[in-house]
């Protein structure tokens, strides 16, 4: 079965630089919710779309953004990285919000970002 | 203010023997709860979750948690732990206003031979 895929897989940057992290769902889902697991931390949530649109925003850092494009896949741009940001980045997809209807989130296998 | 605490940050047992995490929420509504393995340097995978129904959930790999309203707990159990469980575990919920996880801060688990 497809599962939800994120690219790149790994990542090396440097200060002040941006980044980009892709995420592409499982087919037919469209919520896709991002997440950020510090070295030694749990998945904090960052962001989440459904249908496009912006559903629910954690604690994403305004140096960052995300969308949702008409795929369905998303796209969380980080600019004037961070030390701090290093971290792994989870993107996670579900059919219809999680909260409303229950539905599973199933993750992706990560983005590990590492800003040097 | 609504979280989930993880009793032990990390565990050790011995193969064969009784694997129990801990894992406690604090709201007054009960929120949908899951429980997560991360094995190194990979993504989440979900074991189990409770919604609504029967309190005792069976997972995969053998595991299983009991919801417990009274006790505001939804504690993970394997009844013989295998090495191949070693790997870190997360409590979530799911608090029914919104549809993001929210993580404990992880129970690493270690079986020794």
């Known amino acids: 079965a497809a599962g939800v895929i994120q690219s790149p897989r790994h990542l090396i940057k440097e200060k002040r630089e941006t980044a980009t992290l892709k995420c592409y769902p499982i087919?037919?889902?469209?919520?896709v919710y991002w997440y950020q697991q510090g070295p030694g931390q749990d998945p904090q949530f960052l962001i989440s779309f459904y249908e496009k649109m912006q559903s629910d925003k954690g604690s994403i850092p305004d140096r960052f953004s995300a969308q949702q494009f008409s795929d369905y896949h998303s796209e969380l741009n980080m600019s004037s990285l961070e030390l701090g940001d290093s971290a792994l980045y989870f993107c996670a997809s579900s059919l219809g919000l999680a909260g409303a209807r229950l539905n599973e989130q199933f993750f992706g296998p990560g983005t590990r970002l590492t800003v040097l | 203010a609504q979280s989930v605490t993880q009793l032990g940050s990390h565990v050790s047992v011995s193969e064969g023997a009784l694997v129990l995490l801990r894992c406690n929420y604090s709201?007054?509504?009960?929120?949908?709860l899951f429980w997560y393995v991360q094995y190194p340097n990979q993504g989440l995978q979900l074991l189990l979750k409770y919604t609504t129904g029967a309190t005792l959930v069976k997972g995969i790999n053998g595991f299983e948690a009991e919801f417990k309203k009274s006790e505001t707990s939804f504690h993970l159990t394997k009844p013989s732990a295998h090495m191949s469980d070693a790997a870190e575990y997360f409590c979530?919920?799911?608090?029914?206003?919104?549809?993001?996880?929210?993580f404990g801060k992880g129970t690493k688990l270690s079986v020794k031979p």
């Open positions: 979530a919920v799911i608090w029914r206003s919104q549809g993001n996880l929210i």
């Open positions: 709201s007054s509504v009960p929120p949908y």
């Open positions: 087919p037919r889902h469209d919520t």
